[in-house]
């Protein structure tokens, strides 16, 4: 009842602003908290009505008495000013009576925020680690891992092409979890801190480097639910999104299934060598969704920020020095420690990559053995 | 009370030119350079709000890349907290703190002029940055790490910029304090202060206690970056959370040293134009005072979502909603002075309106996010933005525009354009409704802040807020026109200006003399 009046005034409001805005094309108008698909989401919204309301009807009776004053007692209407300046009895009710109504929203919220805290018993754990700015997940259960990073065309940002219906909203490798399930994250992060969010879910957690941070979720049913990283993380902190896909227990099983034939696949002939076309090939597909981000497509990285590659002593220099900065990272810099994201012959195409691009043409390569070696 | 001296003999002491700025002692030049200096900032930081505004105009990139569009919320932020609004307040304290307790000037003239010296180079420094190897800082005006020790070469002149300021804001508490400790004219109890004069008392205790701290917390991230500390290291043995509670246990309090003068302000100019003495004088008094007691306990509400245990989150839960009561207070005491006075709407009056309105509004969304388990969902989202925005814009500077127009015409002797006056702020009430309502609903949508690019389910507000945007920057420049016309001429004001006004800073003339009361009035 009270939902459907909100709705109504809501959506006369959205009605004026629309008035003035009629060119607005594909952009949606909504005004109010998403309801969401799980119990914690479902809680915070109905906590989110009843104090709006309070909000709402608090300001009805203030600045209504405000309007009545602001329209009756005036000078131009001969209002004489009265002489009252304090009442020692409207004082002591206009603090106590306030406090009651707190301690009335205290109550609902203290019991919400309890269960929301509630990480127990959970029936499928996975590890979320925040990276500069993709978004790693590991199934602590099935030992299902991937990095889940932006699939928005660069074109489409840059405006060159018409941009697609979830627009910086999609991800290559989404989550997938069953639905009717207690799921737990434990999250962290790898370099700076990051926040895992998805308004669907009604939940938000930091990812902070060192500490690890729980949430749980139970979605209700099957669909796509689509979130953002939600604390500033340095430049592309916009786009990092998170896409979670809840599936029916007998379809997440298949997935899983179908991930773990896939990781296989992906290291499959780390033992053996590798020729230098095989690598510049794969390398200059993991160099485009790790490190142009940065350094950019040509490799000539963005001056004073990210150091260029083309022609660098690193990438020009001897293999040890390069192979430990890509594994191990630069302290104090947005420089990432691959080791933990990238498998060896991922990381040994990305370091053949860069020697033999752009014109660098060292021309030695990296086998994935030698990085098995050097881990 | 007694009339103050009105020929001044003393007046042609000062140096003349520039130099008169840079040797003055004066509380009124001290207090016009500061006010100068922050509506300067003002436009510096109010630029940087435009180019963010113009890259959110429309969803993808058209403007600026990302790492610049970072630069410019973070730069926006410092700017506008450490450049306009506090230093604007610090302006508005030296100009009136020494005419309303009855004084000739401040307490320690040379600290004071020392304490708005520092300013020009602190600022001159920060705004430096935009040009330094990696550009300006760009990890939020909250610096937390470790994003914020990515920053370039900028890093130590950030660190060093804050430590400048906050040596500019002490010593400019300490010789408030002491003044108004020291200088109160023969008769003026404490409990007989203006109100303004109390919530700047109140703020300057605010100033000492917290500035320190946030030197510290800089000093710190300084000596991760360059001596190899750990205290925000995780893999050295420290905590990068660590950081963040010492950042707000200053960053609350801060955020009521920009409101709590605005109080002050509005507590002068509602009765004024009531015509009707200020309803609950004493009540308004412990009410600032409880606001700044509880700022003290409340800094964890801005950091819900970083993993607090359960029993810190209903302490800082319970404790941030208690602030309703104190704040609701005032509002009310407000509308009780209106109620039954005989009002009239000049132009401090109609800003004086729009800040109870609108402030109000932000208080109501700042109650919605002390609820921890729905700020989970708003914490990070645009609906912090406007709910920040509603307080501080519409809230301290909408307090600030009020101020200047109330005692404009006692500063300079001439009434400012009363049409010009009006026009400025329903083109500011409008417009800046026009530029954060939107945002409450873009955020509730699920749009978090500090990202230059947005899915197109945003578009419509973004673009809405935006055209607000534009409106509100272009209208502050008539604010500029009108001060100036004021300035350099007018219709003569009155010694008294307001009918209703009252208060010792009303006895003296229009424009007051160079030492404000070379004897002191006698209040009964």
């Given amino acids: 009842m009270l939902e459907s009046k909100a709705k109504r005034a809501l959506t006369t409001v959205a009605g004026l602003a629309l008035l003035g805005n009629a060119g607005g094309a594909a952009a949606d108008y909504a005004l109010n908290l998403r309801r969401g698909v799980t119990s914690i989401s479902h809680e915070a919204y109905d906590l989110h009505m009843l104090i709006l309301w309070i909000c709402v009807a608090i300001g009805v009776v203030v600045f209504g008495a405000m309007f009545i004053s602001i329209f009756s007692h005036r000078k131009s209407k001969g209002a004489q000013p009265a002489q009252f300046h304090e009442s020692t009895t409207v004082e002591v009710i206009w603090t106590i009576v306030p406090f009651l109504i707190l301690i009335g929203m205290a109550i609902p919220a203290t019991k919400a925020l309890v269960a929301m805290e509630d990480t127990s018993n959970s029936d499928l754990s996975i590890k979320v680690t925040g990276y500069q700015w993709k978004w790693g997940y590991e199934y602590l259960d099935s030992g299902v891992s991937f990095i889940s990073s932006l699939a928005t065309p660069k074109e489409q940002i840059f405006n060159e092409q018409d941009k697609g219906l979830n627009y910086l909203l999609e991800v290559d490798n989404p989550v997938v979890v069953p639905i009717n399930k207690k799921v737990r994250l434990m999250i962290t992060a790898n370099d700076v801190i990051h926040a895992w969010w998805v308004p669907d879910l009604g939940m938000k957690k930091d990812a902070i480097p060192g500490f690890v941070n729980e949430m749980w979720f139970n979605i209700e049913k099957e669909g796509t639910y689509r979130g953002q990283c939600a604390e500033l993380c340095g430049k592309d902190h916009g786009f990092m999104p998170i896409v979670v896909v809840a599936k029916n227990e007998a379809d997440y099983q298949k997935w899983i299934a179908d991930k773990k034939s896939e990781m296989g696949a992906a290291s499959a002939g780390a033992d053996r060598e590798w020729a230098m076309a095989e690598l510049m090939e794969r390398g200059k597909k993991v160099y485009t969704s790790n490190c142009a981000a940065c350094h950019q497509a040509g490799g000539a990285g963005i001056p004073g920020t990210f150091p260029a590659l083309k022609g660098s002593a690193i990438a020009t220099g001897p293999k040890d020095a390069h192979m430990k900065l890509v594994m191990h990272g630069k302290s104090g810099t947005a420089m990432a420690a691959f080791a933990s994201q990238l498998n060896d012959i991922d990381l040994a195409a990305v370091i053949t990559y860069e020697r033999n691009a752009w014109g660098n043409d060292i021309g030695d390569l990296v086998q994935p053995s030698e990085i098995k070696a050097a881990r | ?524």
Avoid: C
């Fill in chain 2, 1 to 524: 009370m007694s009339t103050a001296a009105t020929h001044d003999a003393h007046h042609e002491e000062h140096a003349k030119g520039l130099l008169r700025w840079v040797f003055t002692t004066n509380h009124k030049d001290i207090g016009t350079l500061y006010l100068v200096f922050a509506l300067t900032m003002f436009f510096v930081g109010g630029a940087m709000a435009m180019v963010i505004r113009a890259e959110l105009f429309q969803p993808g990139l058209q403007f600026v890349d990302p790492q610049f569009f970072n630069s410019m919320t973070t730069m926006h932020a410092l700017i506008m907290v450490f450049g306009a609004v506090m230093p604007a307040f610090v302006g508005l304290a030296n100009w009136l703190i020494p005419m309303m307790i009855g004084a000739p000037d401040m307490a320690l003239p040379r600290m004071n002029n020392w304490s708005f010296w520092i300013l020009p180079f602190a600022a001159l420094m920060l705004v430096g940055t935009l040009f330094m190897d990696g550009g300006a800082p760009a990890g939020g005006w909250t610096m937390y790490p470790p994003l914020v020790l990515q920053t370039g070469d900028a890093f130590p002149f950030l660190i060093f910029s804050v430590h400048l300021l906050g040596i500019s804001s002490i010593m400019g508490a300490i010789n408030i304090i002491v003044t108004i400790m020291n200088m109160r004219a023969p008769g003026m109890t404490m409990m007989k202060m203006p109100l303004f004069v109390w919530t700047w008392l109140i703020t300057a205790y605010l100033l000492i206690a917290v500035m320190p701290v946030f030197a510290g917390a800089v000093t710190m991230l300084l000596t991760d970056r360059f001596f190899d500390t750990s205290f925000f290291n995780a893999a050295g043995g420290g905590d990068p959370v660590m950081f963040q509670h010492i950042f707000w246990f200053f960053g609350h309090p801060e955020v009521y040293i920009m409101i709590l003068p605005a109080f002050g302000v509005i507590s002068a100019i509602i009765p004024t134009f009531a015509r009707k003495r200020l309803f609950g004088y004493s009540s308004m008094v412990y009410a600032t005072a409880s606001i700044a007691f509880l700022s003290f306990i409340v800094w964890a509400h801005h950091m819900f979502t970083v993993g607090l245990p359960l029993t810190g989150e209903l302490f800082f839960m319970y404790a941030t909603m208690l602030i309703a009561v104190p704040t609701g207070v005032k509002v009310f005491n407000w509308v009780s002075t209106m109620w039954k006075g005989s009002m009239t709407f000049e132009t401090p009056m109609l800003f004086a309106i729009g800040f109870v309105m609108l402030f109000t509004i932000g208080g109501f969304s700042g109650l919605m996010m002390s609820i921890t388990p729905i700020d989970f969902q708003y914490h990070d989202t645009y609906f912090i933005v406007a709910h920040f925005h509603y307080v501080l814009v519409s809230g301290s500077v909408f307090s600030i525009f009020a101020a200047v127009y109330y005692w404009l015409p006692k500063w300079t002797g001439n009434m400012y354009d009363e049409k010009l006056g009006k026009l400025h702020f329903w083109l500011s009430a409008i417009f800046v409704n026009v530029l954060f309502f939107p945002q409450h609903f873009l955020g509730l949508a699920g749009m978090p802040r500090r990202i230059p690019d947005y899915s197109t389910q945003f578009a419509g507000f973004n673009e809405i807020s935006s055209l607000g945007g534009f409106a509100f920057g272009l209208t502050q420049l008539l604010f500029v026109y009108i001060v100036i016309k004021t300035v350099r001429g007018g219709s003569k004001a009155t010694d008294q200006v307001w009918e209703g006004a009252d208060g010792l800073e009303w006895t003296l003339p229009s424009p007051p003399p160079y030492h404000s009361f070379t004897t002191a009035p006698e209040v009964k």
